[in-house]
C-alpha cells in the first residue's frame, strides 16, 4: 500500500535550527481542523519507513506534520537528547497553526515522548499529548539498550558511531541546568487530555516509567498498558496507531 503524499517543508526554531519536515494533508477532506504533530525517538527520522507508516495511518484521523529533531537526518545543529527540542516541536506546531490547523496534538515516541510531554507542560499551546515508550526520568540505565544509548551519548567513538550509522549528531558535555524531567512536567499538562501508553515487553524502559509519568500526570489522563508491545515507532502496530489516533479525534472534538 503506497504511504499518503507528504510534502517537505524547511522550518526554523526560535534559536535559529533548521528543521527538515513534511505537512501530510488529512487522507479525507480537511480533516475538521485537527492537526497531529509527530515526535520520533532518538536516531529517528520521519524519513524512516516505521514513521511514514505511522503518519499514514495518522493521516486518517487529521493533518500530520512530522519532522527531524535537531541533529537528526537532514535538520541542522546536535541533539541535546531532550532538551532544547521542546523549540523542534515548537516549530511544528507553530507550522502546524500557518497552514490552517486550529486544534493539535502532539504524538510522541521514545526520545519524542520525553520532549511531547515537557513542550506541553512548559510551553503549551496544543489540544492533547501522546506519550508512546517515554521515559519519566533521566539517566536511566536499567537495561542494556539504555546503557547502550549511554554509551553512544556520553563515549567519543558512541557519538562517532551514532553521527556515521544513524546520522545522529550529538552535542557534547552535560546538560547544565539540567532540564526538567518528563514526569515533573507531566503534572504541568493538566487540564490538556493525556495518554500515556507503553508495551509490558518494552526492552528500553520498564513499565515503571509509564506509571510514574501517569502518577505524576492530573486528570484528565489515560494509561494504556499494550501486551506484547515493544519499543516505540518499530513495535508500534497499525491497530494501535488506530486506537491513538480515535482517542485524538474523540478528544479534540
Known sequence: MPFAPNFPVM?????????????????????????????HGFTGSWRDRTARRIV????????????????????????????LEILDVEAAVRHARVVGYERIAVVGFSMGASVALRHAGLRGGV?????????????????????????????????WAARVAKRTRIARGQWDPMPMPPYEAAALISPVPLLVVHGDADAFFPLEHAHQIYD??????????????????????PELIHRIGKWIRTNLS
Do not use: C, N
Not at 14 to 37: C, F, K, N, Q, S
Not at 133 to 157: C, D, F, N
Not at 223 to 229: A, H, K
Open 56 to 83: 499514514h495511518v495518522l493521516s486518517g484521523y487529521g493533518g500530520v506534520m512530522a519532522f527531524d529533531f535537531r541533529g537528526h537526518g537532514r535538520s541542522g545543529g546536535e541533539t541535546t537528547v531532550g532538551d
Open 216 to 237: 505524576g500526570a492530573r486528570e484528565p489522563k489515560e494509561l494504556w498498558i499494550e501486551p506484547g508491545y515493544g519499543h516505540a515507532e518499530s513495535a508500534a502496530t
Open 127 to 159: 489540544g492533547a499529548v501522546v506519550s508512546v515508550s517515554g521515559p519519566a526520568r533521566w539517566y536511566y540505565r536499567g537495561t542494556k539498550p539504555m546503557r547502550q544509548v549511554h554509551w553512544a551519548i556520553e563515549r567519543p567513538l558512541g557519538r
Open 11 to 39: 522550518l526554523r526554531t526560535e534559536d535559529g535550527v533548521r528543521i527538515d519536515a513534511a505537512h501530510t494533508p488529512p487522507a479525507a477532506g480537511p480533516g475538521g481542523g485537527l492537526g497531529i504533530v509527530m515526535a
